[in-house]
Every structure is written in C-alpha cells, then in structure tokens.
C-alpha cells in the first residue's frame, strides 16, 4: 500500500528556517512529479512547489527565492528547504506524488497526512 510520511513542521520564529522532508513507500514503480501544496486557515489549497522525475521545478510567486524544493529518486523522497519565514507561511502542508506501480500504469496521485507549519514570535 503506497503511502507518503512526512516529517519537519514545528513552529519558528520569522526570519527562521525548516526543512520538510516527504518520503513515499510501498510499491513504487516510478514517481513522477512531487510537489508541496499548503492551507492556511481559511483559504484553499495552495501549490507551494514542485518538482518532475528531472528536477524541473516549480515556484509559488509568494514562496520564490525562499523556498527550494528537491528531491532523493533513490529514496523516492522530497524535501522543502523553508528560508526566511514569514507568519503568512503559518499552514499545514501536504506532500503529493504521482506513482506508477507498475511499467504500464498511470501515475496516480497520493497525499501525506499534513505536517503543522507555524511562524510566530
């Protein structure tokens, strides 16, 4: 059963940094794109970042020089480097991949469980 873990929210003060980390497992073929999303208190879904099985990535307008995203393919594990945080980062954010399990299937998409950002003084 493919699932993805995801570990590193915490609370820091503004200015301060964190480091998500997001794991997949189970049967994997291949991961295609990874990416982060997030949801502040009461607003949607947000894409924060993503990232192609070649590293192409892709950049909210908001999270742009501070954020950067990457990715392990021999562990099937993406990362999120969080710099100069701000408290309109304060969200929980969700890991995502696309996973095929087997040559000829289509990717699907999974979820994390959320992991709890909080930016304050």
């Known amino acids: 059963q493919m699932q993805l873990v995801e570990s590193g929210g915490g609370l820091v003060r503004p200015g301060g940094s964190l480091r998500l980390s997001c794991a997949a497992s189970?049967?994997?073929?291949?991961?295609?794109?990874m990416g982060w999303y997030r949801r502040a208190p009461g607003k949607q879904r947000e894409l924060v970042a993503a990232?192609?099985?070649?590293?192409?990535?892709n950049y909210a307008d908001s999270v742009k020089g501070r954020f950067t995203i990457s990715r392990d393919n021999a562990k099937n594990t993406v990362y999120l480097q969080m710099n100069s945080l701000k408290p309109e980062d304060t969200a929980v954010y969700y890991c995502?991949?696309?996973?095929?399990?087997?040559?000829?299937?289509?990717?699907?998409?999974?979820w994390g469980q959320g992991t709890q950002v909080t930016v304050s003084s």
């Open positions: 995502n991949a696309l996973v095929r399990d087997s040559l000829y299937a289509a990717p699907l998409p999974y």
């Open positions: 189970g049967i994997i073929f291949r991961v295609t794109a």
């Open positions: 990232i192609t099985s070649r590293s192409t990535t």
